[in-house]
């Protein structure tokens, strides 16, 4: 009786045997430090605090009762808007560059191309340490835009000398955009260069404006473009640190910093999981509903859209390798 | 279209005067006698020398490299690999495999850390330098993989099967024939794992211990303390140097890496720009990383 699911267990370890063998490293380590960790994180969102900053027994629904308080609601909230406004910005700053680039002489795009890429090989942290030194009250631009000039005589000043440019929300999303726009504009820029540009000339020969032919034309004709430089922006835009946290005051913060105090500070494990469980949903969304669309699309695939699935490592693998192409790109 | 044209060029011009302004002044004041750097007060070498008479700096460089050496060599043999499965097998298991490289690699920083924290934390394990190593080989090894695997989706299978027609073992036709082929796409994996590693500041944070500071963490400590400003810009000046080098050098020899491989796939599918472009694209998303 028992015998023969175990030969057949045998014979399918003997059959699969080389590609269980090259499978388990990588699949291992990924199980060991990606899954588990991530079950983890879900599954202490529902365990009680301990007063030594442990985690204590059973189980309790307190943790999530606590984050529906009045305080984290609108830390979540500016965590959406702040977000929301980087991917729109950076979008719409990133389309007409993307036009601009491919629109270019052929022999020129390369180099425009490492233009954008190049400031951004230097460290994350020390770009937005950059802003921190132009907008602090004794930085360049608050300098410049506190100091009282004068014009014939008229004197003004751009800037009330109260107001500071750091430590708040605005300086959140200004160094959000500078920082993520690269990621918007090269998705676009791929799908700027494939774009057939005589369809935009067809369009002004029959009369269309130039505002009007750029978003009735040029801005659906590269859709897929914009919908990785969407994810591209987005999704670490929620998982934002880093930023409001040097740029940004004690009115700006958002869900990463919120996961960060009560994680380490404060030692509140559960606290950190449940909006960490909260973060993981918000930002697991976007490309979920992202590959539901790109799935439709593939109702009326193409022929290339066809031998691109059929060369893809995997069903999974058509959507990935679709968008990984459009940021290589 | 002139003038759909001359306007986003004129958009172009202003995006790209904002991404530079902000190092430029970071470079300048540098040189800076003054300590906010608002104003200009002289041209002075002090920073520099403060800086290279700091100790920690120097302890948290070395750090940094330590994590990146190991990190680079274990997620390039993880990565290879899994890139080797799930281009060779199709099926649930490679679908779960992709899938789980994937995801990680999506997914904000932060979550990374703050898991791997608790992780660390529940099974006991002391944060130290070996658990900064642990968090950066694990997200190295996605970007390994689909660097990899950005090379396996051009590979030539029937040059396999002539090696395999013409007498060659596996073993054989694995490191004569396709690790060969395959060796500029680790090679750029490798680079993009060492650069990442060295960068990374968010995942380093949550999961080091004390006297594990690598130099992000390091200079996130004088950036949070305010004290020694104008240290970070001499700081960073000197990475910004290394790091344009470093990629130069790098591109120079992915240029001549890639050559025999264009060869190799110039029948089946000329080379496009998107794939001569592929290293810079991911160094982008690895930046992406970041953020």
Aim: hydrophobic content about 50%; overall charge positive.
């Amino acid at each position: 009786m028992q015998s023969a699911p175990r030969t057949g267990l045998l014979r399918r370890i003997r059959h699969h045997g080389a590609e269980l063998l090259i499978t388990a490293p990588s699949m291992a380590w990924m199980t060991v430090f990606f899954v588990v960790p991530t079950v983890l994180v879900l599954l202490l969102a529902f365990r009680p605090t301990a007063l030594d900053g442990g985690v204590g027994r059973g189980w309790t629904l307190q943790t999530w009762r606590t984050i529906s308080n009045p305080n984290y609601p609108s830390i979540v909230w500016r965590t959406i808007w702040l977000s929301f406004a980087a991917t729109a910005l950076s979008i719409g700053i990133g389309l007409p560059c993307a036009f601009a680039m491919a629109r270019i002489k052929a022999q020129w795009r390369s180099t425009l191309v490492g233009l954008v890429i190049l400031p951004f090989w230097t460290s994350f942290l020390i770009r937005v340490f950059a802003w921190r030194l132009l907008l602090h009250p004794e930085g360049t631009i608050s300098v410049f835009l506190h100091r009282t000039w004068s014009v014939f005589g008229w004197q003004f000043r751009f800037l009330a000398p109260e107001t500071t440019l750091l430590y708040n929300s605005f300086a959140v999303l200004l160094v959000m955009v500078y920082t993520y726009l690269p990621f918007a504009i090269l998705p676009l820029y791929a799908a700027a260069e494939k774009f057939d540009f005589s369809l935009l000339e067809a369009a002004f020969d029959l009369g269309a404006r130039p505002w009007r032919v750029f978003w009735r034309i040029f801005v659906p004709g590269v859709r897929a473009g914009v919908v990785s430089a969407v994810m591209m922006v987005l999704i670490p835009a929620l998982g934002s640190y880093v930023v409001p946290d040097l740029v940004g005051g004690p009115n700006s913060e958002m869900v990463g910093n919120k996961i960060y105090q009560r994680a380490l500070p404060d030692r509140n494990l559960p606290h950190a999981s449940a909006l960490s469980a909260l973060l993981m949903l918000g930002v697991l969304l976007p490309p979920g509903l992202a590959w539901l669309a790109t799935r439709k699309r593939h109702l009326g695939a193409t022929d290339t859209d066809v031998v691109a699935a059929m060369n893809s490592p995997s069903a999974l693998g058509n959507s990935g390798g679709r968008r990984r192409n459009g940021v290589r790109a | 279209m002139k003038r759909l044209q001359r306007r986003s060029l004129a958009t172009f011009w202003s995006v790209l005067f904002f991404f530079y302004v902000p190092i430029l002044v970071l470079v300048v004041n540098s040189f800076n006698a003054s300590k906010f750097g608002g104003a200009w007060k002289g041209f002075t070498f002090k920073w520099y020398e403060k800086l290279f008479q700091d100790r920690a700096i120097w302890q948290a460089m070395e750090n940094t490299f330590a994590v990146a050496v190991g990190a680079t060599l274990a997620s390039v043999v993880l990565g290879t690999l899994a890139a080797l499965a799930i281009s060779r097998w199709k099926g649930r298991l490679q679908s779960a495999h992709y899938g789980l490289l994937y995801t990680h690699l999506v997914l904000p920083d932060i979550l990374m850390g703050i898991s791997l924290l608790l992780f660390f934390i529940s099974v006991g394990m002391e944060l130290s330098l070996f658990t900064v190593f642990l968090a950066h080989t694990t997200f190295c090894v996605s970007y390994v993989a689909m660097a990899v695997l950005g090379r396996l989706e051009n590979f030539d299978g029937s040059l396999l099967e002539a090696a395999s027609d013409l007498g060659a073992t596996p073993w054989q036709t694995f490191w004569k024939v396709q690790f060969p082929l395959l060796l500029p796409g680790i090679v750029a994996g490798g680079l993009l794992a060492f650069t990442l590693s060295i960068d990374d500041f968010v995942i380093t944070f949550f999961v080091n211990g004390a006297g594990s500071e690598t130099l992000p963490v390091k200079i996130y400590g004088m950036i949070k303390r305010s004290r020694d400003l104008p240290k970070i810009n001499a700081l960073s000046t000197l990475m910004m140097c290394v790091t344009v080098l470093a990629v130069v050098a790098s591109r120079m020899m992915q240029g001549r890496g890639m050559r025999p491989q264009k060869d190799a796939s110039a029948a089946r599918r000329p080379s496009s720009p998107a794939e001569r472009r592929e290293g810079q694209g991911g160094r982008v998303r690895g930046a992406a990383h970041h953020a």
